[in-house]
């Protein structure tokens, strides 16, 4: 299908309407494969702005993408109110960051301006407010079991190369250990071992719960944006054991919330839409 970056229901109706966004909204990046080998710059350009888009981010060719929404709005497929409102609301994001008073930026000021206490309570209270509990139909969230009690965490990657500093549960495994004494955690990737994922399933029932973490990024020509079918499976058949034992399983989704569309038999998922260390952390608070 069409990406939704050409989607007016979607950026039009949904966005600015429905949820009443009115600042600037960008575009997600031209070049990417599903625009590139679908049309030309000029008619990604053309199309994304009548979308309803202000900005059209990292085109294959500006030029060709400029000559698009001028022709686009000859056509009368872009109305000039439009691309009014379009400037607008680009020149008020500049005049408020101060950029008709200068135009570059002193980057050694950089720490003293990003990243600082108040840009990451504004942060937390993101993470805090976006995490979604799908479902939950065996109140397992927050778990129901003692401190005392044995838990089992699967920190479950698509793969494990390119997470920089960004590590899958580096966070996670410390928060959960400091509200349960009795933590084992196992990583499982598209590099495990059939014996070692038939090890964690002939395993599981020890363990008064279960909290699985799954780690699966949207980046761009990788070819992937899933777990492998093993882990797939896996998951189900502890889905299984979990209901038959009457044992609290719950399974987070960090990064790609579609991943969670592969499972719809889980008993308790959230989705967190992030995978660094804050969505963690939020997660297990």
């Given at each position: 299908g069409r990406p939704t970056t050409f989607s007016k229901p979607i950026v039009q109706t949904l966005l600015r309407e429905e949820l009443g966004f009115d600042g600037v909204i960008f575009t997600d990046s031209m070049q990417m494969r599903a625009v590139t080998e679908m049309m030309s710059p000029a008619d990604a350009a053309g199309q994304a702005i009548s979308a309803g888009h202000d900005v059209?981010?990292?085109?294959?060719?500006?030029?060709?993408?400029?000559?698009?929404?001028?022709?686009?709005?000859?056509?009368?497929?872009?109305?000039?109110?439009?691309?009014?409102?379009?400037?607008?609301?680009?020149?008020?994001?500049?005049a408020r960051l101060g950029l008709h008073h200068r135009s570059h930026v002193d980057l050694d000021s950089l720490p003293l301006l990003v990243g600082t206490r108040a840009h990451q309570s504004v942060a937390r209270q993101i993470s805090e407010r976006s995490m979604t509990l799908v479902k939950d139909s065996d109140n397992s969230v927050p778990l129901p079991?003692?401190?005392?009690?044995?838990?089992?965490?699967?920190?479950?990657?698509?793969?494990?190369?390119?997470?920089?500093?960004?590590?899958?549960?580096?966070?996670?495994?410390?928060?959960?250990?400091?509200?349960?004494?009795?933590?084992?955690?196992?990583?499982?990737?598209?590099?495990?071992?059939?014996?070692?994922?038939?090890?964690?399933?002939?395993?599981?029932?020890?363990?008064d719960a279960i909290v699985a973490g799954v780690f699966v990024r949207t980046a761009s020509f990788s070819g992937r944006m899933d777990l492998v079918s093993d882990l797939v499976t896996l998951l189900m058949q502890l889905s299984e054991q979990a209901l038959r034992n009457d044992q609290p399983l719950v399974v987070i989704f960090f990064g790609n919330p579609y991943a969670a569309t592969l499972l719809p038999e889980l008993p308790s998922v959230l989705l967190t839409y992030d995978y660094r260390g804050l969505a963690e952390e939020t997660a297990v608070r």
């Open positions: 059209v981010l990292h085109s294959p060719d500006d030029a060709l993408a400029l000559e698009g929404i001028k022709t686009a709005v000859a056509e009368g497929r872009i109305t000039e109110a439009a691309i009014t409102q379009s400037v607008r609301r680009i020149l008020t994001a500049k079991i003692r401190r005392d009690e044995s838990l089992l965490y699967l920190s479950m990657l698509d793969y494990p190369s390119g997470w920089g500093l960004g590590a899958p549960s580096r966070v996670m495994i410390p928060e959960l250990e400091k509200r349960w004494e009795n933590v084992t955690s196992v990583e499982l990737s598209d590099r495990s071992s059939r014996s070692e994922i038939d090890l964690v399933r002939e395993t599981v029932s020890q363990y």
